[in-house]
Protein backbone atom coordinates (compact mmCIF):
# COMPACT_ATOMS: atom_id res chain seq x y z
CA UNK A 1 0.00 0.00 0.00
CA UNK A 2 2.99 2.38 0.90
CA UNK A 3 4.73 1.18 -1.81
CA UNK A 4 1.64 2.08 -4.51
CA UNK A 5 1.67 5.75 -2.74
CA UNK A 6 5.00 6.38 -3.19
CA UNK A 7 4.80 5.18 -6.96
CA UNK A 8 1.54 7.52 -7.23
CA UNK A 9 3.33 10.43 -5.75
CA UNK A 10 6.37 9.92 -7.71
CA UNK A 11 4.43 9.76 -10.97
CA UNK A 12 2.41 12.83 -10.10
CA UNK A 13 5.42 14.70 -9.37
CA UNK A 14 6.48 14.05 -13.08
CA UNK A 15 2.83 14.89 -14.23
CA UNK A 16 3.18 18.02 -12.81
CA UNK A 17 6.59 19.16 -13.69
CA UNK A 18 7.27 17.96 -17.02
CA UNK A 19 5.57 21.12 -18.50
CA UNK A 20 7.27 23.42 -16.73
CA UNK A 21 10.79 21.48 -16.96
CA UNK A 22 9.92 20.67 -21.15
CA UNK A 23 9.40 24.07 -21.34
CA UNK A 24 12.38 25.34 -19.76
CA UNK A 25 14.76 23.23 -21.44
CA UNK A 26 13.69 23.28 -24.85
CA UNK A 27 12.26 27.12 -25.21
CA UNK A 28 14.24 29.01 -22.73
CA UNK A 29 17.38 27.53 -22.10
CA UNK A 30 18.28 26.61 -25.28
CA UNK A 31 17.10 30.21 -26.83
CA UNK A 32 19.85 32.14 -24.02
CA UNK A 33 22.34 29.38 -24.89
CA UNK A 34 21.34 30.02 -28.86
CA UNK A 35 21.63 33.87 -28.63
CA UNK A 36 24.73 33.97 -26.15
CA UNK A 37 26.54 31.76 -28.60
CA UNK A 38 25.23 33.69 -31.78
CA UNK A 39 26.24 37.22 -30.14
CA UNK A 40 29.85 35.80 -29.41
CA UNK A 41 30.35 34.02 -33.29
CA UNK A 42 31.59 35.64 -35.78
CA UNK A 43 30.50 35.20 -39.88
CA UNK A 44 33.37 32.94 -39.79
CA UNK A 45 32.19 30.94 -37.53
CA UNK A 46 35.51 31.90 -34.64
CA UNK A 47 34.55 33.73 -31.60
CA UNK A 48 34.25 37.38 -31.41
CA UNK A 49 33.41 40.47 -29.44
CA UNK A 50 32.83 42.22 -32.85
CA UNK A 51 29.07 42.12 -32.74
CA UNK A 52 29.29 44.18 -29.26
CA UNK A 53 31.61 46.30 -30.60
CA UNK A 54 29.43 47.11 -33.34
CA UNK A 55 26.20 47.54 -30.86
CA UNK A 56 28.43 49.94 -29.19
CA UNK A 57 29.46 51.71 -32.09
CA UNK A 58 25.77 52.53 -33.07
CA UNK A 59 25.45 53.72 -29.64
CA UNK A 60 28.12 56.43 -29.61
CA UNK A 61 27.24 58.21 -32.84
CA UNK A 62 25.43 61.05 -33.19
CA UNK A 63 21.55 60.00 -34.16
CA UNK A 64 22.00 56.92 -35.19
CA UNK A 65 19.10 54.41 -34.71
CA UNK A 66 20.46 52.94 -31.71
CA UNK A 67 21.18 56.45 -30.04
CA UNK A 68 18.09 57.69 -30.64
CA UNK A 69 16.49 54.25 -29.40
CA UNK A 70 18.59 54.42 -26.02
CA UNK A 71 17.35 58.35 -24.98
CA UNK A 72 13.92 57.16 -25.82
CA UNK A 73 13.76 53.95 -23.63
CA UNK A 74 14.98 55.95 -21.26
CA UNK A 75 12.18 58.50 -21.52
CA UNK A 76 9.50 55.41 -21.26
CA UNK A 77 11.30 53.96 -18.14
CA UNK A 78 11.13 57.32 -16.70
CA UNK A 79 7.47 57.67 -17.61
CA UNK A 80 7.05 54.57 -16.45
CA UNK A 81 8.53 54.59 -12.82
CA UNK A 82 6.45 57.94 -12.81
CA UNK A 83 3.20 55.90 -13.27
CA UNK A 84 3.65 53.71 -10.25
CA UNK A 85 2.79 56.37 -7.97
CA UNK A 86 0.33 58.25 -9.75
CA UNK A 87 -1.73 55.03 -10.20
CA UNK A 88 -1.41 54.54 -7.03
CA UNK A 89 -2.84 57.85 -5.85
CA UNK A 90 -5.36 57.52 -8.44
CA UNK A 91 -6.39 53.76 -6.87
CA UNK A 92 -6.63 55.01 -3.48
CA UNK A 93 -9.09 58.31 -4.25
CA UNK A 94 -10.50 56.03 -6.34
CA UNK A 95 -10.63 53.14 -3.28
CA UNK A 96 -11.72 56.27 -0.57
CA UNK A 97 -15.22 55.97 -2.63
CA UNK A 98 -14.80 59.46 -4.30
CA UNK A 99 -18.13 60.43 -6.18
CA UNK A 100 -18.83 57.80 -8.96
CA UNK A 101 -15.95 55.17 -7.70
CA UNK A 102 -17.21 52.39 -9.53
CA UNK A 103 -17.73 54.16 -12.96
CA UNK A 104 -13.95 56.13 -12.92
CA UNK A 105 -12.70 52.19 -11.62
CA UNK A 106 -13.74 50.63 -14.97
CA UNK A 107 -13.09 53.18 -17.14
CA UNK A 108 -9.33 53.46 -15.88
CA UNK A 109 -9.47 49.84 -16.53
CA UNK A 110 -11.05 49.57 -19.93
CA UNK A 111 -8.62 50.58 -22.08
CA UNK A 112 -6.54 48.20 -20.79
CA UNK A 113 -9.11 45.24 -21.26
CA UNK A 114 -9.65 45.92 -24.85
CA UNK A 115 -7.87 45.24 -27.70
CA UNK A 116 -4.70 47.34 -27.65
CA UNK A 117 -5.24 47.28 -31.37
CA UNK A 118 -7.95 49.03 -31.22
CA UNK A 119 -7.48 51.74 -28.64
CA UNK A 120 -4.30 52.41 -31.01
CA UNK A 121 -6.64 53.03 -33.90
CA UNK A 122 -8.98 55.04 -32.30
CA UNK A 123 -6.32 57.62 -30.89
CA UNK A 124 -4.58 57.61 -34.28
CA UNK A 125 -7.86 59.31 -35.43
CA UNK A 126 -8.84 61.32 -32.64
CA UNK A 127 -5.95 63.31 -33.13
CA UNK A 128 -5.67 63.87 -36.39
CA UNK A 129 -5.01 67.49 -37.71
CA UNK A 130 -9.23 67.61 -38.77
CA UNK A 131 -9.52 64.99 -36.24
CA UNK A 132 -11.86 66.17 -32.76
CA UNK A 133 -8.82 66.46 -30.09
CA UNK A 134 -7.44 68.55 -31.78
CA UNK A 135 -10.39 70.84 -32.84
CA UNK A 136 -11.28 71.23 -29.37
CA UNK A 137 -7.44 71.77 -27.84
CA UNK A 138 -6.90 74.12 -30.87
CA UNK A 139 -10.80 75.92 -31.18
CA UNK A 140 -11.81 75.45 -28.29
CA UNK A 141 -9.16 75.84 -25.89
CA UNK A 142 -6.90 78.08 -27.59
CA UNK A 143 -4.22 75.62 -27.07
CA UNK A 144 -2.73 75.59 -30.49
CA UNK A 145 -0.94 72.34 -30.44
CA UNK A 146 0.88 71.98 -33.33
CA UNK A 147 0.38 68.93 -36.19
CA UNK A 148 0.67 66.15 -36.76
CA UNK A 149 1.65 64.90 -33.95
CA UNK A 150 2.78 61.02 -34.75
CA UNK A 151 5.80 62.83 -37.04
CA UNK A 152 7.99 64.68 -35.27
CA UNK A 153 6.59 64.77 -31.62
CA UNK A 154 6.09 60.74 -32.18
CA UNK A 155 8.21 60.03 -29.10
CA UNK A 156 5.91 62.50 -27.12
CA UNK A 157 2.70 61.54 -28.54
CA UNK A 158 3.32 57.75 -27.73
CA UNK A 159 4.09 58.60 -24.42
CA UNK A 160 1.12 60.46 -23.55
CA UNK A 161 -0.86 57.88 -24.86
CA UNK A 162 0.59 55.06 -22.69
CA UNK A 163 0.18 57.52 -19.76
CA UNK A 164 -3.40 58.07 -20.80
CA UNK A 165 -4.33 54.76 -21.64
CA UNK A 166 -1.94 52.86 -18.99
CA UNK A 167 -2.95 54.64 -15.95
CA UNK A 168 -5.65 51.84 -15.42
CA UNK A 169 -3.31 48.92 -16.31
CA UNK A 170 -2.01 48.72 -12.07
CA UNK A 171 -5.43 49.59 -10.54
CA UNK A 172 -6.56 46.08 -10.06
CA UNK A 173 -3.07 45.09 -8.08
CA UNK A 174 -3.31 48.34 -6.28
CA UNK A 175 -7.34 47.25 -5.46
CA UNK A 176 -6.01 43.66 -4.22
CA UNK A 177 -3.76 44.83 -2.27
CA UNK A 178 -6.10 47.97 -0.53
CA UNK A 179 -8.76 45.68 0.00
CA UNK A 180 -6.69 43.58 2.00
CA UNK A 181 -6.13 46.01 4.89
CA UNK A 182 -7.79 44.93 7.79
CA UNK A 183 -11.50 48.01 8.18
CA UNK A 184 -10.14 48.06 11.80
CA UNK A 185 -7.18 49.85 10.82
CA UNK A 186 -8.59 52.82 9.11
CA UNK A 187 -11.47 52.83 11.46
CA UNK A 188 -8.94 53.58 14.51
CA UNK A 189 -7.13 56.13 12.38
CA UNK A 190 -10.19 57.93 11.67
CA UNK A 191 -10.92 57.86 15.28
CA UNK A 192 -7.97 59.57 15.80
CA UNK A 193 -8.30 62.31 13.48
CA UNK A 194 -6.36 61.01 10.56
CA UNK A 195 -6.78 62.89 7.60
CA UNK A 196 -6.85 61.22 4.12
CA UNK A 197 -2.81 62.77 3.58
CA UNK A 198 -1.41 60.93 6.52
CA UNK A 199 -3.46 58.18 5.89
CA UNK A 200 -2.49 57.80 2.35
CA UNK A 201 1.22 57.81 3.35
CA UNK A 202 1.73 56.68 7.22
CA UNK A 203 -1.09 53.69 7.17
CA UNK A 204 -1.88 52.67 2.80
CA UNK A 205 2.12 52.65 1.74
CA UNK A 206 3.46 50.94 4.43
CA UNK A 207 1.01 48.28 4.25
CA UNK A 208 1.11 47.31 0.34
CA UNK A 209 4.63 47.44 0.69
CA UNK A 210 5.63 44.62 -0.80
CA UNK A 211 3.31 44.79 -3.62
CA UNK A 212 4.73 48.63 -4.11
CA UNK A 213 8.54 47.25 -4.27
CA UNK A 214 7.58 44.28 -6.67
CA UNK A 215 6.27 46.89 -8.82
CA UNK A 216 8.68 48.88 -9.34
CA UNK A 217 11.34 45.74 -9.16
CA UNK A 218 9.07 44.76 -12.25
CA UNK A 219 9.78 48.38 -13.93
CA UNK A 220 13.40 47.98 -12.97
CA UNK A 221 13.50 44.82 -14.64
CA UNK A 222 11.84 46.10 -17.41
CA UNK A 223 13.92 49.04 -17.50
CA UNK A 224 14.95 48.95 -21.13
CA UNK A 225 11.58 47.16 -22.14
CA UNK A 226 9.43 49.60 -23.61
CA UNK A 227 8.44 48.29 -27.24
CA UNK A 228 4.52 48.14 -27.31
CA UNK A 229 2.42 51.19 -28.80
CA UNK A 230 5.02 52.09 -30.96
CA UNK A 231 4.74 49.10 -33.72
CA UNK A 232 1.05 50.14 -33.85
CA UNK A 233 1.92 54.01 -34.15
CA UNK A 234 4.96 54.39 -36.20
CA UNK A 235 7.07 51.24 -36.72
CA UNK A 236 10.18 52.85 -35.74
CA UNK A 237 9.57 55.30 -38.00
CA UNK A 238 10.10 59.43 -36.94
CA UNK A 239 12.68 58.55 -34.57
CA UNK A 240 10.27 56.93 -32.47
CA UNK A 241 12.77 53.59 -31.74
CA UNK A 242 13.55 52.14 -28.79
CA UNK A 243 15.84 48.91 -27.75
CA UNK A 244 13.56 46.72 -27.49
CA UNK A 245 11.84 47.55 -30.40
CA UNK A 246 14.45 47.86 -32.46
CA UNK A 247 15.38 44.20 -31.69
CA UNK A 248 11.67 42.92 -31.97
CA UNK A 249 11.54 44.75 -35.05
CA UNK A 250 14.68 42.80 -36.47
CA UNK A 251 12.95 39.78 -35.66
CA UNK A 252 9.56 40.66 -37.06
CA UNK A 253 10.78 42.07 -40.17
CA UNK A 254 13.34 39.18 -40.77
CA UNK A 255 16.74 40.95 -41.23
CA UNK A 256 19.04 37.91 -40.53
CA UNK A 257 22.34 39.99 -40.86
CA UNK A 258 20.77 42.16 -38.07
CA UNK A 259 20.80 39.38 -35.56
CA UNK A 260 23.85 39.11 -34.23
CA UNK A 261 24.17 42.71 -33.20
CA UNK A 262 20.61 42.27 -31.89
CA UNK A 263 21.50 39.75 -29.93
CA UNK A 264 24.39 41.62 -28.49
CA UNK A 265 22.72 44.39 -27.86
CA UNK A 266 19.74 42.20 -25.76
CA UNK A 267 23.01 41.05 -23.67
CA UNK A 268 24.65 44.43 -22.75
CA UNK A 269 21.04 45.37 -21.78
CA UNK A 270 20.77 42.40 -19.69
CA UNK A 271 23.97 43.15 -18.39
CA UNK A 272 23.29 46.94 -17.64
CA UNK A 273 20.07 45.76 -15.87
CA UNK A 274 21.19 43.60 -13.51
CA UNK A 275 22.85 46.31 -11.49
CA UNK A 276 19.72 48.94 -11.75
CA UNK A 277 17.65 46.36 -10.52
CA UNK A 278 19.82 45.28 -7.39
CA UNK A 279 20.52 49.03 -6.20
CA UNK A 280 16.34 49.34 -6.68
CA UNK A 281 15.64 46.48 -4.01
CA UNK A 282 18.58 47.77 -1.83
CA UNK A 283 17.02 51.14 -1.83
CA UNK A 284 13.57 49.98 -1.05
CA UNK A 285 14.55 47.42 1.16
CA UNK A 286 16.38 50.45 2.78
CA UNK A 287 13.35 52.95 3.16
CA UNK A 288 10.69 50.61 4.20
CA UNK A 289 9.94 47.17 5.26
CA UNK A 290 7.16 44.26 5.37
CA UNK A 291 4.87 44.60 7.69
CA UNK A 292 2.78 41.45 9.06
CA UNK A 293 -0.95 41.68 9.35
CA UNK B 1 -34.66 65.93 -3.93
CA UNK B 2 -33.71 67.49 -0.49
CA UNK B 3 -32.66 63.95 0.52
CA UNK B 4 -29.66 63.79 -2.55
CA UNK B 5 -28.62 67.19 -1.53
CA UNK B 6 -28.28 66.27 2.41
CA UNK B 7 -26.39 63.23 0.89
CA UNK B 8 -24.20 65.38 -1.39
CA UNK B 9 -23.29 67.89 1.49
CA UNK B 10 -21.99 64.58 4.05
CA UNK B 11 -20.49 63.45 0.97
CA UNK B 12 -18.03 66.90 0.29
CA UNK B 13 -18.30 67.14 4.41
CA UNK B 14 -16.40 64.21 4.97
CA UNK B 15 -14.00 64.65 2.39
CA UNK B 16 -10.86 67.18 2.03
CA UNK B 17 -10.35 69.72 -0.63
CA UNK B 18 -7.03 68.14 -2.41
CA UNK B 19 -9.58 65.32 -2.10
CA UNK B 20 -12.22 67.14 -4.35
CA UNK B 21 -8.97 68.10 -6.41
CA UNK B 22 -7.73 64.43 -7.31
CA UNK B 23 -11.24 63.38 -7.60
CA UNK B 24 -11.89 66.35 -10.09
CA UNK B 25 -8.84 65.64 -11.95
CA UNK B 26 -9.62 61.79 -12.37
CA UNK B 27 -12.81 62.90 -13.52
CA UNK B 28 -11.76 64.98 -16.75
CA UNK B 29 -9.23 61.48 -17.21
CA UNK B 30 -12.25 58.95 -17.28
CA UNK B 31 -14.21 61.70 -19.35
CA UNK B 32 -11.88 62.39 -22.09
CA UNK B 33 -11.40 58.40 -21.84
CA UNK B 34 -15.16 58.02 -22.20
CA UNK B 35 -15.44 60.71 -24.75
CA UNK B 36 -12.97 59.02 -27.07
CA UNK B 37 -14.59 54.98 -26.33
CA UNK B 38 -18.21 56.98 -27.67
CA UNK B 39 -16.53 58.80 -30.53
CA UNK B 40 -15.48 55.70 -31.68
CA UNK B 41 -18.46 53.61 -31.28
CA UNK B 42 -20.04 56.77 -33.16
CA UNK B 43 -17.66 56.49 -36.04
CA UNK B 44 -18.63 53.06 -36.28
CA UNK B 45 -22.31 54.15 -37.08
CA UNK B 46 -21.54 57.07 -39.75
CA UNK B 47 -21.47 56.27 -43.41
CA UNK B 48 -18.49 56.08 -44.99
CA UNK B 49 -18.94 59.44 -47.01
CA UNK B 50 -20.36 61.35 -44.44
CA UNK B 51 -17.34 60.67 -42.11
CA UNK B 52 -14.70 61.32 -44.84
CA UNK B 53 -16.43 64.90 -45.63
CA UNK B 54 -16.06 65.67 -41.52
CA UNK B 55 -13.82 63.54 -39.53
CA UNK B 56 -14.80 65.88 -36.87
CA UNK B 57 -18.34 65.42 -36.09
CA UNK B 58 -19.23 63.49 -33.14
CA UNK B 59 -22.21 62.30 -33.97
CA UNK B 60 -23.81 60.37 -37.09
CA UNK B 61 -26.75 61.96 -38.52
CA UNK B 62 -30.03 60.36 -36.67
CA UNK B 63 -31.12 59.33 -40.18
CA UNK B 64 -28.20 58.05 -41.82
CA UNK B 65 -27.37 55.46 -38.68
CA UNK B 66 -25.13 52.60 -40.18
CA UNK B 67 -26.38 49.52 -38.13
CA UNK B 68 -25.24 47.26 -41.06
CA UNK B 69 -21.71 48.43 -40.91
CA UNK B 70 -21.27 45.92 -38.29
CA UNK B 71 -22.58 43.23 -40.68
CA UNK B 72 -20.64 44.79 -43.43
CA UNK B 73 -17.38 44.14 -41.59
CA UNK B 74 -17.78 40.31 -41.51
CA UNK B 75 -17.40 40.48 -45.82
CA UNK B 76 -15.59 43.84 -46.19
CA UNK B 77 -12.63 43.33 -44.00
CA UNK B 78 -10.40 40.90 -45.73
CA UNK B 79 -7.20 40.94 -47.75
CA UNK B 80 -4.92 38.59 -49.13
CA UNK B 81 -0.67 38.20 -48.16
CA UNK B 82 1.30 35.40 -50.23
CA UNK B 83 -1.65 34.48 -52.22
CA UNK B 84 -3.94 33.34 -49.66
CA UNK B 85 -7.35 35.49 -48.71
CA UNK B 86 -7.76 36.03 -44.56
CA UNK B 87 -11.11 36.72 -44.15
CA UNK B 88 -12.52 38.34 -40.65
CA UNK B 89 -14.34 35.15 -39.96
CA UNK B 90 -11.05 33.21 -40.31
CA UNK B 91 -9.37 36.07 -37.90
CA UNK B 92 -12.39 35.17 -35.32
CA UNK B 93 -11.70 31.37 -35.88
CA UNK B 94 -7.77 31.78 -35.28
CA UNK B 95 -8.58 34.45 -32.37
CA UNK B 96 -10.59 31.61 -30.85
CA UNK B 97 -8.18 28.79 -30.65
CA UNK B 98 -5.22 30.60 -29.73
CA UNK B 99 -6.61 32.36 -27.43
CA UNK B 100 -8.48 29.33 -25.48
CA UNK B 101 -5.48 26.91 -26.80
CA UNK B 102 -2.86 28.97 -24.94
CA UNK B 103 -4.89 29.94 -21.73
CA UNK B 104 -6.19 26.22 -21.27
CA UNK B 105 -2.38 25.08 -21.68
CA UNK B 106 -0.73 27.97 -19.59
CA UNK B 107 -3.31 27.19 -17.07
CA UNK B 108 -2.75 23.32 -16.82
CA UNK B 109 0.91 23.86 -16.48
CA UNK B 110 1.09 26.30 -14.04
CA UNK B 111 -1.64 25.08 -12.00
CA UNK B 112 0.29 21.69 -11.62
CA UNK B 113 3.66 23.17 -11.39
CA UNK B 114 2.49 25.58 -8.54
CA UNK B 115 0.56 22.94 -6.22
CA UNK B 116 3.44 20.09 -6.71
CA UNK B 117 6.24 22.60 -5.69
CA UNK B 118 4.12 24.29 -3.00
CA UNK B 119 2.50 21.41 -1.26
CA UNK B 120 4.09 17.91 -2.58
CA UNK B 121 7.34 17.01 -0.41
CA UNK B 122 9.80 15.81 -2.42
CA UNK B 123 13.80 16.62 -2.01
CA UNK B 124 14.59 20.17 -4.57
CA UNK B 125 11.52 21.29 -4.79
CA UNK B 126 12.68 24.66 -3.34
CA UNK B 127 15.63 24.60 -5.81
CA UNK B 128 12.91 24.40 -8.59
CA UNK B 129 11.31 27.47 -6.85
CA UNK B 130 14.13 29.41 -6.98
CA UNK B 131 15.29 28.58 -11.18
CA UNK B 132 11.31 29.60 -12.05
CA UNK B 133 12.08 32.78 -9.99
CA UNK B 134 15.59 33.15 -11.68
CA UNK B 135 14.06 32.74 -14.58
CA UNK B 136 11.19 35.23 -14.66
CA UNK B 137 13.18 38.37 -13.03
CA UNK B 138 16.66 37.58 -15.37
CA UNK B 139 15.96 40.27 -17.85
CA UNK B 140 16.40 38.69 -21.31
CA UNK B 141 16.29 41.58 -24.16
CA UNK B 142 17.41 39.86 -26.78
CA UNK B 143 15.16 36.20 -26.86
CA UNK B 144 12.86 38.13 -29.72
CA UNK B 145 15.56 36.98 -31.85
CA UNK B 146 16.75 33.70 -30.10
CA UNK B 147 13.42 32.69 -29.40
CA UNK B 148 12.21 33.08 -33.29
CA UNK B 149 15.40 30.56 -34.13
CA UNK B 150 14.67 28.11 -31.55
CA UNK B 151 10.54 27.82 -32.81
CA UNK B 152 11.89 27.58 -36.48
CA UNK B 153 14.58 24.66 -35.46
CA UNK B 154 11.93 23.27 -33.43
CA UNK B 155 9.45 23.36 -36.00
CA UNK B 156 5.82 24.80 -34.95
CA UNK B 157 7.19 28.11 -36.15
CA UNK B 158 4.16 29.82 -38.29
CA UNK B 159 1.69 26.32 -37.15
CA UNK B 160 -0.78 25.90 -34.36
CA UNK B 161 1.93 23.35 -32.87
CA UNK B 162 2.97 27.05 -31.60
CA UNK B 163 0.18 26.37 -28.92
CA UNK B 164 2.71 24.06 -27.46
CA UNK B 165 5.51 27.24 -26.46
CA UNK B 166 2.85 27.69 -24.15
CA UNK B 167 2.89 24.92 -22.31
CA UNK B 168 4.41 26.42 -19.52
CA UNK B 169 4.22 26.23 -15.79
CA UNK B 170 6.67 29.31 -15.11
CA UNK B 171 6.24 33.17 -14.63
CA UNK B 172 4.36 35.08 -12.54
CA UNK B 173 1.60 32.99 -12.50
CA UNK B 174 3.56 30.38 -11.04
CA UNK B 175 4.51 32.64 -7.65
CA UNK B 176 0.67 33.76 -7.88
CA UNK B 177 -0.71 30.10 -7.66
CA UNK B 178 2.13 29.10 -5.95
CA UNK B 179 1.16 31.73 -2.82
CA UNK B 180 -2.71 30.78 -3.42
CA UNK B 181 -1.68 27.01 -2.63
CA UNK B 182 0.68 27.77 0.10
CA UNK B 183 -2.36 29.24 1.98
CA UNK B 184 -4.34 26.43 2.15
CA UNK B 185 -3.37 24.25 5.62
CA UNK B 186 -1.77 21.12 4.82
CA UNK B 187 -4.00 19.35 7.07
CA UNK B 188 -6.52 18.93 4.33
CA UNK B 189 -4.36 16.73 2.58
CA UNK B 190 -3.40 14.86 5.19
CA UNK B 191 -6.75 14.06 6.35
CA UNK B 192 -7.32 12.99 2.90
CA UNK B 193 -4.03 10.81 2.54
CA UNK B 194 -4.72 9.01 6.21
CA UNK B 195 -7.85 7.87 4.32
CA UNK B 196 -6.11 6.50 1.42
CA UNK B 197 -6.19 9.31 -1.19
CA UNK B 198 -3.39 9.25 -3.07
CA UNK B 199 -1.33 12.41 -4.57
CA UNK B 200 -3.50 12.70 -7.99
CA UNK B 201 -7.56 12.75 -5.61
CA UNK B 202 -5.79 15.26 -3.26
CA UNK B 203 -5.25 17.71 -6.04
CA UNK B 204 -8.11 17.42 -8.16
CA UNK B 205 -10.66 17.00 -5.14
CA UNK B 206 -9.29 18.72 -2.17
CA UNK B 207 -6.50 21.41 -3.69
CA UNK B 208 -8.42 22.88 -6.68
CA UNK B 209 -11.52 23.92 -5.39
CA UNK B 210 -9.65 26.05 -2.86
CA UNK B 211 -7.77 27.41 -5.79
CA UNK B 212 -10.99 28.49 -7.70
CA UNK B 213 -11.12 32.25 -7.10
CA UNK B 214 -7.36 32.26 -8.29
CA UNK B 215 -7.70 29.92 -11.46
CA UNK B 216 -10.84 31.56 -12.73
CA UNK B 217 -8.84 34.95 -12.40
CA UNK B 218 -6.08 33.84 -14.45
CA UNK B 219 -8.38 32.53 -16.93
CA UNK B 220 -9.86 35.55 -17.66
CA UNK B 221 -6.84 37.86 -17.49
CA UNK B 222 -5.11 35.03 -19.61
CA UNK B 223 -8.22 34.70 -21.97
CA UNK B 224 -8.14 38.73 -22.19
CA UNK B 225 -4.55 39.30 -23.00
CA UNK B 226 -4.10 36.39 -25.61
CA UNK B 227 -7.37 37.50 -27.26
CA UNK B 228 -5.74 40.91 -27.45
CA UNK B 229 -2.39 40.10 -28.17
CA UNK B 230 -0.58 41.17 -31.24
CA UNK B 231 2.78 41.14 -30.92
CA UNK B 232 3.97 37.30 -30.40
CA UNK B 233 0.87 36.41 -33.05
CA UNK B 234 2.59 38.91 -35.62
CA UNK B 235 5.91 37.63 -35.14
CA UNK B 236 5.18 33.90 -34.63
CA UNK B 237 2.07 33.21 -36.72
CA UNK B 238 2.00 35.57 -39.88
CA UNK B 239 0.24 33.02 -41.31
CA UNK B 240 -2.70 32.56 -39.23
CA UNK B 241 -3.78 36.25 -37.84
CA UNK B 242 -5.65 37.27 -34.84
CA UNK B 243 -7.98 39.58 -35.07
CA UNK B 244 -5.75 42.32 -33.58
CA UNK B 245 -2.91 41.30 -36.09
CA UNK B 246 -5.50 40.92 -38.73
CA UNK B 247 -6.99 44.37 -38.14
CA UNK B 248 -3.74 45.86 -37.75
CA UNK B 249 -2.35 44.31 -41.11
CA UNK B 250 -5.31 45.09 -42.68
CA UNK B 251 -5.57 49.10 -41.76
CA UNK B 252 -1.74 49.20 -43.25
CA UNK B 253 -2.83 47.64 -46.38
CA UNK B 254 -6.12 49.10 -46.99
CA UNK B 255 -4.36 52.37 -46.80
CA UNK B 256 -6.18 55.32 -48.19
CA UNK B 257 -8.59 53.04 -49.12
CA UNK B 258 -9.59 52.10 -45.81
CA UNK B 259 -13.82 52.52 -44.78
CA UNK B 260 -13.02 53.75 -41.31
CA UNK B 261 -16.30 53.35 -39.81
CA UNK B 262 -16.85 49.64 -41.41
CA UNK B 263 -12.81 49.24 -39.84
CA UNK B 264 -13.76 50.46 -36.61
CA UNK B 265 -16.78 48.31 -36.43
CA UNK B 266 -14.24 45.50 -36.66
CA UNK B 267 -12.59 46.87 -34.06
CA UNK B 268 -15.02 46.80 -31.63
CA UNK B 269 -16.46 43.71 -32.38
CA UNK B 270 -13.36 42.29 -31.75
CA UNK B 271 -13.66 43.82 -27.97
CA UNK B 272 -17.06 42.94 -27.52
CA UNK B 273 -16.21 39.47 -25.75
CA UNK B 274 -13.75 40.70 -23.39
CA UNK B 275 -15.80 43.53 -22.31
CA UNK B 276 -18.60 41.42 -21.92
CA UNK B 277 -16.05 39.00 -19.80
CA UNK B 278 -14.58 41.64 -18.31
CA UNK B 279 -18.23 42.21 -16.87
CA UNK B 280 -19.43 39.51 -15.86
CA UNK B 281 -15.88 38.59 -13.69
CA UNK B 282 -14.62 42.25 -12.74
CA UNK B 283 -15.67 41.25 -8.70
CA UNK B 284 -13.62 38.00 -8.92
CA UNK B 285 -10.63 39.79 -11.01
CA UNK B 286 -10.32 42.03 -8.02
CA UNK B 287 -10.78 40.23 -5.19
CA UNK B 288 -7.67 37.63 -6.42
CA UNK B 289 -5.30 39.77 -7.60
CA UNK B 290 -2.56 40.90 -5.18
CA UNK B 291 1.50 40.55 -5.69
CA UNK B 292 4.10 41.34 -3.42
CA UNK B 293 4.40 39.06 -0.32
CA UNK B 294 0.62 39.35 0.57
CA UNK B 295 -1.64 36.26 0.21
CA UNK B 296 -2.42 35.39 -3.39
Not at chain 1, 262 to 268: C, M
Not at chain 2, 40 to 62: A, Q, V
Not at chain 2, 142 to 169: C, E, W
Not at chain 2, 262 to 285: C, E, H, M, Q
Amino acid sequence: MKKKIQIDKILFIIMALFPLFSHLLVFWLSSQIKGISMAFTGSDGAFTWGWFRQALGMFSKEATDLSIAFKNTMCYFLLGLAMIPISLMAAYVVYKKVFGSKFIRVMLMLPSIVSAVMMAMLFQQFIMSNGPMIHFLNNVLNLNIPTPLLTERGTATIMFYGLWIGLGGHIPLWFGAMSRIPDDVLDYASLDGIGPFREFFQIIIPLIWPTFTTQITFSLINVFGASGSILLFTEGKYNTWTLSYWIYNAAYKGRANLYPIALALGLLMSAASVPIVILGRWFMNKFGEEIQY
Amino acid sequence: MKKILNRVLIYFNKKTIVFHILGTILWIWVLSLAAMLVWGISISLMDGFEYSLDPMKLLPDIKNIKISNYLKAFTSVEYTIQGSKVTFLKMILNTVWYAFGVTLLRIIATTLAAYCVSKVKFKGRLVIYYIVLFQMLLPSYGSDVSYLLIIRKVGIYDTPGMLLANFAGHGSWFLLMYGCFKGVSDSYGEAAKIDGANEFTVFFRIMLPFAKGMITAMLILLLISTWNDYQTPLLHLPSYPTLSTGLFRYKTIAGYTLDVPIYFAGLLITSLPVVIVFIIFNKTLMENMTIGGLKA
